[in-house]
């Protein structure tokens, strides 16, 4: 099975690709962490990347495309693999579909994460960690997980925030590239559904983003 996740940034679409993942035993490919796995590594990739991941800008086509295509051709892609972060626009979209074609492999489903603006940036800006366990959940702006006071819900324990969370200006421009309807990242999920809707092999199945990340999977496995 070969599934494209889509969802913005702090829309969870990582925490359910990742129980998709597991599910159906497929690689996990996300080109954000690959980006930060080689400059982590200091590679010529990873330099030529950074510059553009620091500004929130997309790492230009001609970098991204090929890095994801020969990824997939890897031999731990042969039972199938989740797709997250790629494509990111049209053009990558397109040349996607083309390189499938070509090796003649279906993608079986487009998966699509729909989330509120206002709220997926809520999300990632209210999110806090706590000092003694990052998976309890707290967030100020969601009221399910509000802190207690200025302490974890879960254990009373001290609160930080990423830094990266709390950088307005990045999350507004990831989130302007996500939300662009003409060639950013949802033209590149509306090209899958169009072609789905044309009558295509590929499944496109949307998921409501907004209720907790349990119902989101149950969702979504029902959606499969
Ligand atoms: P992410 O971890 O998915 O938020 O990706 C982190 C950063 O890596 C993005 O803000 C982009 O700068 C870059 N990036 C990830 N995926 C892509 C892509 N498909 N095309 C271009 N740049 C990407």
């Known amino acids: 099975m070969n599934i494209l996740m889509f969802g913005p940034n702090g829309s969870g679409k990582g925490t359910q690709g990742a129980i998709v993942k597991e599910?159906?035993?497929?690689?996990?490919?996300?080109?954000?962490?690959?980006?930060?796995?080689?400059?982590?590594?200091?590679?010529?990739?990873?330099?030529?990347?950074?510059?553009?991941i620091d500004r929130g800008d997309l790492v230009p086509d001609e970098i991204?495309?090929?890095?994801?295509?020969?990824?997939?051709?890897?031999?731990?892609?042969?039972?199938?693999?989740?797709?997250?972060?790629?494509?990111?626009?049209?053009?990558?979209?397109?040349?996607?579909?083309?390189?499938?074609?070509?090796?003649g492999l279906d993608l079986d489903i487009v998966a699509e994460v729909i989330l509120d603006r206002q709220i997926a940036k809520n999300r990632i800006?209210?999110?806090?960690?706590?000092?003694?366990?990052?998976?309890?959940?707290?967030?100020?702006?969601?009221?399910?997980?509000?802190?207690?006071?200025d302490k974890c819900r879960v254990c009373g324990g001290d609160l930080t925030s990423r830094s990266d969370d709390q950088d307005e200006e990045a999350i507004n421009k990831r989130h302007s590239i996500y939300y662009d309807t003409e060639s950013g990242t949802l033209a590149a999920a509306y090209y899958f559904k169009d072609l789905a809707e044309k009558g295509g092999k590929v499944k496109y199945i949307t998921l409501d983003g907004a209720p907790s990340v349990k119902?989101?999977?149950?969702?979504?496995?029902?959606?499969?």
């Open 23 to 52: 599910k159906y035993n497929l690689a996990h490919i996300e080109s954000g962490a690959i980006f930060r796995e080689n400059i982590g590594k200091g590679t010529e990739l990873g330099a030529k990347a950074k510059e553009f």
């Open 64 to 103: 991204t495309i090929p890095m994801i295509l020969d990824r997939l051709k890897q031999d731990d892609c042969k039972n199938g693999w989740l797709l997250d972060g790629f494509p990111r626009n049209k053009n990558q979209a397109i040349k996607l579909d083309e390189a499938l074609k070509a090796s």
């Open 125 to 149: 800006m209210g999110r806090r960690l706590c000092v003694n366990d990052n998976n309890h959940p707290n967030n100020i702006f969601i009221d399910a997980i509000k802190p207690n006071g």
């Open 215 to 224: 119902e989101v999977t149950a969702e979504l496995m029902s959606k499969l």
